[in-house]
């Protein structure tokens, strides 16, 4: 810790008076960097729950024809 | 591989998606690494200004994310060229991946420009040229998100896009010399290619190395949110199944 | 280059270049509108609407600031360092900021007499920054 914060840990949140200029600037760019990873993340998972089940969808009209083969072509 | 080559495969959405995967972990972990360094030296351990005292420490996120939020832009630009000229897809998608990521940092620095200016101006806002121009980034940005959601038809939709960004393009020399032009309350640039910074290194330094952080984090957010056009884009098709059949992206 | 992607590239040219030329010419035509405040030559030489609510601004002469009686009210000269100066008179609490030689922001009227009244104060900051122990280094080789 430089001088002026060397006394302590108040004095480093107050920032001389400064305290909530300079914590909300730094807390709305943690924000900001959140809203980015996490829009990818939920995004991603959500893409990916989604073609699952449809995987599973496709793999379970499989089944079907197997067991029954007279049915013949699958209905859409 | 030749630029020429290059280019084509660039045009293949496959080809990105299987080389970007190392390629966004790399970025993303460097922008980890410098953002939490550059974040920890800025606000403990760089001296305050003479005069602001630690309100100064708001430049740390300030200028890195007002940087980013134009530099986006300009690639929006450039992009919108490629679609409009060579109708590339990934053009596109560059095009539609860049804007929420924009938006969120021009936000940014106009929220942290506001919470430096009330300390040291003594107003959270004034309609000075570079604030006003920095605000219609902000709108550029929106304007954007509302168009592609507004048009039905992804192509018409992408091509409107791209002529709006090639347009709004012109709004980034106007925030960069807004503060040699005209008469602001915002002061004039501290870093000038010709002359040296108007700042000591232990201050620019940590602000260089979030500014490396930050265009790092965009790097690495652009491939995660083109990779996500692309498995959107090419739903169902055999490579996609083929490579997520593990149950992973 | 094929010719149908030639011809693309030279629309998307015009585009550009099109907005380009009608942002430029609004810009020229609004020049004076855009800047935030007049300056001290301005003020002077009667450039500034009197008894309006107009922005002045300019750097805080040395030794100018008076304080008015027992409340808030301050005097002080704003100047452009190259012989054009007025006083402004204002009464409120003053920005951290504001000190001799710092520029300063003046929300306010400009008066017949050539006093501006301001009814806000705003501290303009420079692209310089430095350290306190530099600042006092710099300042005591400068002789203060």
Same mark, same amino acid.
């Given at each position: 810790?430089?001088?002026?914060?060397?006394?302590?840990?108040?004095?480093?949140?107050?920032?001389?008076?400064?305290?909530?200029?300079?914590?909300?600037?730094?807390?709305?760019?943690?924000?900001?960097?959140?809203?980015?990873?996490?829009?990818?993340?939920?995004? $991603?998972?959500?893409?990916?729950?989604?073609?699952?089940?449809?995987?599973?969808?496709?793999?379970?009209?499989?089944?079907?024809?197997?067991?029954?083969?007279?049915?013949?072509?699958?209905?859409? | 591989?030749?630029?020429?080559?290059?280019?084509?495969?660039?045009?293949?959405?496959?080809?990105?998606?299987?080389?970007?995967? @190392?390629?966004?972990?790399?970025?993303?972990?460097?922008?980890?690494?410098?953002?939490?360094?550059?974040?920890?030296?800025?606000?403990?351990?760089?001296?305050?200004?003479?005069?602001?005292?630690?309100?100064?420490?708001?430049?740390?996120?300030?200028?890195?994310?007002?940087?980013? +939020?134009?530099?986006?832009?300009?690639?929006?630009?450039?992009?919108?060229?490629?679609?409009?000229?060579?109708?590339?897809?990934?053009?596109?998608?560059?095009?539609?991946?860049?804007?929420?990521?924009?938006?969120?940092?021009?936000?940014?620095?106009?929220?942290?420009?506001?919470?430096?200016?009330?300390?040291?101006?003594?107003?959270?806002?004034?309609?000075?040229?570079?604030?006003?121009?920095?605000?219609?980034?902000?709108?550029?940005?929106?304007?954007?998100?509302?168009?592609?959601?507004?048009?039905? @038809?992804?192509?018409?939709?992408?091509?409107?896009?791209?002529?709006?960004?090639?347009?709004?393009?012109? &709004?980034?020399?106007?925030?960069?010399?807004?503060?040699?032009?005209?008469?602001?309350?915002?002061?004039?640039? =501290?870093?000038?290619? =010709?002359?040296?910074?108007?700042?000591?290194?232990?201050?620019?330094?940590?602000?260089? !190395?979030?500014?490396?952080?930050?265009?790092?984090?965009?790097?690495? &957010?652009? !491939?995660?949110?083109?990779?996500?056009?692309?498995?959107?884009?090419?739903?169902?098709?055999?490579?996609?199944? $083929?490579?997520?059949?593990?149950?992973?992206? | 280059?094929?010719?149908?992607?030639?011809? %693309?590239?030279?629309?998307?040219?015009?585009?550009? !270049?099109?907005?380009?030329?009608?942002?430029?010419?609004?810009?020229?035509?609004?020049?004076? &509108?855009?800047?935030?405040?007049?300056?001290?030559?301005?003020?002077?030489?009667?450039?500034?609407?009197?008894?309006? @609510?107009?922005?002045?601004?300019?750097? !805080?002469?040395?030794?100018?600031?008076?304080?008015?009686?027992?409340?808030?009210?301050?005097?002080?000269?704003?100047?452009?360092?190259?012989?054009? +100066?007025?006083?402004?008179?204002?009464?409120?609490?003053?920005?951290?900021?504001?000190?001799?030689?710092?520029?300063?922001?003046?929300?306010?009227?400009?008066?017949?007499?050539?006093?501006?009244?301001?009814?806000?104060?705003?501290?303009?900051?420079?692209?310089?920054?430095?350290?306190? $122990?530099?600042?006092?280094?710099?300042?005591?080789?400068?002789? %203060?």
């Amino acid at each position: 810790m430089p001088a002026d914060f060397a006394r302590s840990l108040a004095d480093f949140v107050a920032m001389g008076g400064h305290g909530l200029y300079v914590w909300l600037s730094y807390a709305a760019a943690l924000g900001v960097v959140l809203y980015n990873v996490l829009s990818v993340r939920l995004r $991603e998972r959500r893409y990916l729950r989604e073609h699952l089940d449809r995987e599973r969808r496709h793999a379970g009209a499989g089944v079907r024809d197997a067991v029954h083969p007279a049915r013949g072509v699958p209905e859409p | 591989m030749t630029l020429k080559e290059l280019w084509h495969r660039l045009g293949s959405p496959r080809w990105f998606y299987q080389i970007s995967g @190392r390629l966004r972990l790399v970025l993303g972990l460097t922008a980890l690494v410098l953002l939490v360094t550059g974040t920890v030296w800025g606000i403990a351990f760089a001296p305050p200004d003479y005069q602001q005292g630690n309100s100064f420490r708001i430049i740390y996120v300030h200028v890195p994310s007002a940087l980013v +939020a134009q530099s986006a832009y300009l690639l929006m630009g450039a992009a919108g060229v490629v679609l409009l000229v060579w109708r590339m897809k990934l053009a596109d998608m560059v095009l539609a991946a860049t804007v929420p990521f924009g938006m969120s940092m021009t936000a940014l620095a106009l929220f942290t420009g506001a919470a430096w200016g009330k300390p040291t101006w003594g107003a959270w806002w004034v309609w000075d040229a570079r604030t006003t121009s920095m605000l219609v980034l902000l709108f550029l940005y929106m304007a954007l998100y509302a168009l592609r959601q507004a048009i039905p @038809r992804p192509e018409t939709a992408g091509r409107a896009c791209a002529v709006l960004a090639v347009v709004g393009v012109i &709004n980034i020399p106007i925030i960069k010399y807004s503060v040699d032009w005209w008469l602001t309350l915002h002061q004039p640039a =501290t870093f000038r290619l =010709t002359a040296a910074p108007a700042m000591p290194p232990e201050m620019w330094l940590p602000l260089l !190395v979030n500014a490396l952080g930050v265009y790092c984090f965009f790097g690495a &957010n652009l !491939v995660g949110r083109l990779r996500l056009e692309i498995l959107e884009r090419e739903r169902g098709t055999a490579w996609v199944r $083929e490579r997520l059949a593990g149950g992973q992206l | 280059m094929n010719p149908v992607r030639r011809n %693309r590239l030279i629309a998307v040219v015009f585009l550009a !270049v099109g907005a380009a030329v009608t942002v430029g010419l609004v810009l020229v035509a609004l020049n004076e &509108n855009i800047n935030l405040f007049y300056p001290p030559d301005q003020i002077v030489s009667g450039a500034a609407p009197v008894d309006t @609510r107009i922005r002045a601004g300019g750097m !805080v002469e040395d030794g100018s600031v008076r304080r008015i009686g027992e409340g808030l009210t301050v005097e002080f000269v704003l100047t452009d360092h190259a012989g054009s +100066a007025f006083p402004v008179q204002y009464t409120g609490i003053l920005p951290d900021l504001f000190r001799e030689g710092q520029g300063i922001l003046v929300l306010g009227q400009l008066g017949g007499d050539g006093t501006f009244v301001a009814q806000e104060v705003l501290a303009k900051h420079d692209e310089n920054y430095m350290p306190p $122990e530099l600042a006092e280094l710099k300042g005591a080789g400068a002789g %203060r």
